[in-house]
């Protein structure tokens, strides 16, 4: 009677089994004409409309384009100035008619920016975009600019600041680097507190919570789409999960004064942390975290270690909450894409571009794309790193060299049996649009 049953369940299977269409096996090794099919692919990419999920865009004494600045270090050797193909760059841009990025021939383009600038027209950020094949971008920024179309650039507001409301000096002295970016998030906490007609910080640990949720809801309503944490600049992004009694007696003790220990801020910031998580889920905004390395000299690789963020985004609480782990934890980005089985994280490959040639970032592309492919979003991380690699080049040079990297990977992918030609375009257009246009609602 079981061998019966057992043949009778087998056939349904085996019915199925008949139609699955017959497929090569994929291969370790790419065969066949791999430099032609990366051509072809190449071609129909560049025709993509591209969505950037994370850029800075901005003139570069605007101090609005991020909370922070950048401190003294030393650059990686693709991001310094000598870096010939940002003469490419802004010769696609601008027409540049000099052959070097010398101190005298750079003035050519400082005065292009600052006519721009004085200007404040949207066409000048608009045209870069046009130039990049952007179709809009994602603007990490403190407020928007005047000269940005806000039909083209989405804002993404910063929220590190609410972990800072106490006196900072002991952070400050934890390295150089701190002298820099702690009296920054002051400075944007204090912007806040304006924002909402706050003189001095909230009596009780409610109030301040009420506080925090008061600037999220107006910065929706201004157009902000999503939040973001640069938390890794600052400390750990280990975050625990200490109960709300503990934070709000830490809150009570100093925020009218006195210098907490760092176990005590700690022990408070986690708590705000997981606060504004549980507030993006409530209010559909998308939690931006940064989780690569990091400027300055001082940024540690492994408190900033992107798994330090395992508990967070696989706290089955936070289900309502959309994660995008901006960077990729670049250069644990092997480890990142395992993240991504959660339904509700996201990775986006911002700053690599740059970081990294293309024949490097291809690999990276290879192994998220053969594994969660509907995870990856492109993101330029345009930002005015210096007078030769300001946003505009900086977005040149991240489109170009994702769509490269990208071409590449899939034509390997291709030649080793994984995916046809049509599937390698689909998962093509998912990367550069369609995976993160869907996060977020359209532009009023």
């Known amino acids: 009677m079981k061998q019966k049953q057992i043949q009778w369940m087998l056939v349904p299977f085996l019915s199925a089994a008949v139609v699955v269409p017959v497929w090569p096996q994929s291969r370790a090794l790419p065969s066949g004409d791999v430099q032609g099919t990366y051509q072809r692919l190449l071609e129909k990419i560049k025709s993509i409309k591209i969505f950037d999920h994370h850029a800075h865009p901005g003139f570069g004494d605007d101090s609005d384009v991020d909370a922070q600045a950048t401190p003294p270090e030393h650059l990686p050797f693709r991001q310094r100035e000598t870096n010939p193909e940002l003469v490419i760059a802004v010769k696609a841009l601008f027409d540049y008619p000099y052959a070097d990025l010398s101190a005298e021939h750079m003035r050519w383009l400082q005065e292009r920016s600052n006519k721009a600038e004085k200007e404040g027209s949207t066409g000048y950020w608009d045209r870069i975009l046009d130039e990049c094949g952007i179709e809009s971008s994602v ?12 039909q083209r650039f989405r804002w993404v507001f910063f929220v590190d600041s609410f972990l800072f409301p106490f ?16 009296p920054l998030q002051e400075k944007v906490l204090h912007r806040y507190m304006r924002q909402v007609s706050l003189n001095q910080l909230p009596d009780s640990f409610d109030g301040y919570l009420k506080f925090v949720s008061k600037v999220l809801e107006e910065n929706q309503k201004n157009g902000g789409i999503a939040e973001k944490f640069e938390a890794g600049y600052f400390r750990s992004l280990y975050f625990s999960d200490p109960p709300r009694e503990t934070a709000a007696g830490i809150y009570q003790k100093f925020h009218s004064g006195g210098v907490p220990t760092a176990e005590e801020y700690k022990t408070f910031q986690d708590y705000v942390f997981r606060y504004l998580v549980r507030e993006g ?6 939690v931006h975290i940064h989780t690569a390395v990091g400027e300055g000299d001082y940024f540690s690789l492994r408190k900033g270690d992107v798994l330090n963020l395992e508990n967070v985004v696989k706290d089955p609480r936070y289900l309502n909450t ?3 782990l901006i960077h990729g934890g670049y250069p644990y980005f092997r480890e990142v894409i395992w993240l991504a089985a959660m339904k509700n994280v996201y990775i986006d490959t911002s700053e690599i571009e740059t970081l990294v040639y293309p024949s490097e970032m ?3 592309l290879k192994l998220w794309l053969e594994t969660y492919p509907d995870k990856i979003t492109f ?3 345009a930002y005015p790193y210096s007078a030769a690699l300001g946003s505009e080049e900086t ?3 991240g489109v170009y060299s994702a769509r490269d990297a990208l ?17 390698a375009i689909e998962i093509a257009h998912g990367y550069l649009h369609d995976n993160a246009i869907g996060l977020y609602p359209p532009p009023h």
């Open 139 to 150: 603007a990490n920024r403190v407020a928007m600019s005047g000269y940005l179309n806000p």
């Open 167 to 182: 006196d900072n000096k002991l952070v400050i002295a934890e390295n150089p680097d701190e002298g820099v970016y702690i």
């Open 281 to 286: 889920g409530r209010l559909g905004l998308p």
């Open 322 to 324: 959309t994660f995008v």
């Open 362 to 364: 291809k690999n990276v």
């Open 379 to 381: 993101g330029s991380d």
């Open 395 to 397: 977005y040149w040079l």
């Open 407 to 423: 071409a590449a990977a899939l034509a390997e992918m291709v030649a080793s049996n994984e995916v046809t030609e049509d599937k």
